[in-house]
């Protein structure tokens, strides 16, 4: 990754005589040209893999293992560091923003170091942040939630009353709408870091949203309830419920009034603790498997109403512009999308033989049923094993094994979500939404790797 983590546009349009349509979706492995996707045996991988033949010459001359230097030394006692923190080589794994991206790092955005982050877990330190107003310190003791409006109960907790409620627990990614937005236009950022770092997953654990309704006995009139933060920016968002119409009357569709609403949780703790304030302590609002604006942080009102807001958030922000030059507003869920987390332009290659190729897939919609990886520019593609648990608005692992030729390689994946929906190339996606907006850009990203080890972000755009 260079420095300024900027790379001049390169479109790779020779690529594109591959024939692929979203129909063409693989459902079983294919042959597969040479130099692509085959598995070694395993001593061959071994050596292949980067691991060397003759362990017998690290041993001393009775067989032993040599002495290093921490076998010599009493390490730290326990709680020398009583919440524990990564090694120190492990500096590097860390949160980025982008200095140009936005004025300040108050109405900021920090970025999820994928190509470090292992698993479908992000630890809670690496969870990339949004914030319009900065990070504030909610003090849990006087912190309470309103939940009021078109209810039959008017109702106000505190933290400890929330937590008599039962729980309900999940993993579940957020997204920021905004992920890869700077690519609309051409290769911006040489790093999955950047252009798929505003996202991540955690366990969440919290009150499901339907035993407050029960509790405040919601009116049948109510058709959207909007969520409330306590810090500087107030921030509003409408969340619709069971015959939600648009401000014009328009029904919203049946997905977003039929499912959203029954995952939504109030929640208080992620990955085993509470929140941490940058993501919304004591609580927030945890909307599954849509843009992660409507999880409102530090949540202080639930109000219960019979149409949307049309708030700042959903108007200036968080609409999408499309090709004829109007706006798509309420374009809630995040639809399936993948990426190709090794190999990156993070991290170069040390030459050719067996690696393994690995990724992340997901949802707002569901499970995903099935990915995808080509390593020729989307000219064959080979069917991902997909790495259990795969649960529903959760991150997916994917695996491929990939014996590099050394060659020059273009990695790319795309996902199928359990509704069928195919992730689309850029091309399909320019075709209809322009390159005008910002949001819900969840194109195939495609890495060339080059014979000399670097991999650069790339994008087949007529493909
Ligand atoms: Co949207």
Redesign the pocket.
């Known amino acids: 990754m260079s420095d300024k983590n900027i790379t001049v546009p390169v479109n790779i349009d020779e690529q594109a005589e591959a024939n692929q349509t979203r129909r063409a979706f693989l459902r079983k492995s294919v042959a597969v040209a040479s130099g692509a996707v085959v598995a070694a045996s395993a001593a061959a991988q071994a050596v292949a893999a980067g691991g060397q033949a003759n362990a017998d010459t690290f041993l001393t001359a009775s067989g032993d293992l040599p002495i290093v230097a921490t076998s010599k030394i009493l390490g730290r006692g326990v709680v020398s560091v009583p919440y524990g923190l990564p090694s120190k080589y492990e500096a590097s794994v860390v949160r980025r923003n982008v200095e140009w991206l936005t004025p300040d790092t108050i109405a900021s955005i920090s970025f999820t170091p994928w190509q470090d982050v292992e698993g479908i877990i992000t630890p809670s330190g690496l969870h990339f942040e949004r914030t319009h107003a900065g990070t504030v310190d909610v003090d849990p003791k006087t912190h309470r939630l309103v939940v009021h409006g078109l209810v039959e109960r008017p109702m106000i907790f505190t933290i400890e009353d929330l937590k008599r409620f039962p729980q309900k627990v999940g993993t579940w990614f957020l997204e920021c709408?905004a992920n890869g937005a700077m690519e609309w236009n051409g290769v911006q950022m040489d790093s999955v870091q950047f252009t798929h770092g505003m996202m991540s997953c955690s366990e969440w654990v919290g009150v499901s949203l339907l035993d407050i309704m029960k509790a405040v006995g919601v009116k049948k009139e109510a058709t959207w309830f909007y969520g409330e933060g306590g810090d500087g920016s107030g921030l509003q968002r409408s969340v619709p419920l069971p015959g939600a119409k648009d401000q014009f009357g328009k029904p919203l569709p049946e997905f977003d009034t039929t499912t959203i609403y029954k995952d939504i949780i109030v929640a208080y703790a992620q990955n085993g603790e509470a929140l941490r304030p940058e993501n919304g302590y004591p609580i927030r609002l945890l909307v599954p498997g849509c843009?992660a604006n409507m999880s409102v942080k530090y949540l202080r009102r639930i109000k219960f109403v019979d149409k949307p807001l049309v708030t700042y958030q959903e108007t200036r922000h968080?609409?999408?512009g499309m090709k004829d030059g109007r706006f798509?507003q309420?374009?809630?869920?995040n639809e399936a999308n993948s990426v190709v987390t090794f190999p990156v332009p993070d991290k170069k290659m040390a030459g050719k033989g067996s690696y393994e190729i690995r990724g992340l897939a997901w949802s707002g919609r569901g499970k995903i049923k099935a990915v995808d990886v080509s390593v020729d520019g989307g000219k064959t593609w080979t069917e991902a094993k997909l790495v259990e648990p795969v649960m529903s608005k959760c991150f997916t692992r994917f695996t491929l094994p990939w014996e590099w030729d050394g060659k020059d390689a273009l990695v790319m994946s795309r996902a199928m979500d359990e509704t069928g929906y195919v992730q689309p190339t850029l091309k399909q996606l320019i075709d209809e939404r322009g390159t005008s907006g910002i949001?819900?850009k969840n194109s195939i990203q495609t890495w060339k790797v080059n014979a000399n080890g670097e991999v650069h972000n790339v994008q087949l755009r007529s493909l």
Not at 330 to 333: A, F, I, S
């Open positions: 709408p843009e968080y609409t999408d798509r309420y374009t809630l869920v949001y819900h």
